[in-house]
């Protein structure tokens, strides 16, 4: 079973950048679509970015270019860049993996058994 561990997350103002890592172990990195979801208070995870074992990426549209996934497969670390975040982007942040997906799937496999879940990292974004 993959590991997953998060980190980056942090507090910063409307229109700030932050930038998620998750480190992963356990698997070999290639063969797995990875992806960020997120989960606010009260509300459903959903999907943020995925990145898929062809290297399909995929966004949600809330996204809407602020956002960028990337992978570093030397490192077995994925990524997440946000730039202009904004106080609707305050939630706790999963890295996920799983071979079983493409990229555009994985984003609505919040609620589903994947492999790997990392802990979460929180990010909160003050107006």
């Given at each position: 079973?993959?590991?997953?561990?998060?980190?980056?997350?942090?507090?910063?103002?409307?229109?700030?950048?932050l930038r998620l890592s998750c480190a992963a172990s356990g698997h070999t990195f290639r063969s797995y679509c990875m992806g960020w979801f997120r989960q606010a208070p009260g509300k459903e995870r959903e999907g943020?970015?995925?990145?898929?074992?062809?290297?399909?990426?995929?966004?949600?549209?809330?996204?809407?270019?602020?956002?960028?996934?990337?992978?570093?497969?030397?490192?077995?670390?994925?990524?997440?860049?946000?730039?202009?975040?904004?106080?609707?982007?305050?939630?706790?942040?999963?890295?996920?993996?799983?071979?079983?997906?493409?990229?555009?799937?994985?984003?609505?496999?919040?609620?589903?058994?994947?492999?790997?879940?990392?802990?979460?990292?929180?990010?909160?974004?003050?107006?």
């Open positions: 079973r993959v590991q997953l561990v998060e980190s980056g997350g942090g507090s910063v103002e409307s229109g700030g950048s943020v970015a995925a990145i898929d074992s062809d290297g399909r990426i995929a966004y949600a549209e809330f996204v809407q270019g602020r956002f960028t996934i990337s992978q570093d497969n030397t490192k077995n670390t994925l990524y997440l860049q946000m730039n202009s975040l904004k106080p609707e982007d305050t939630a706790m942040y999963y890295c996920a993996a799983d071979p079983a997906y493409y990229s555009r799937g994985f984003l609505g496999a919040g609620r589903h058994a994947l492999d790997g879940w990392g802990q979460g990292t929180l990010v909160t974004v003050s107006s």
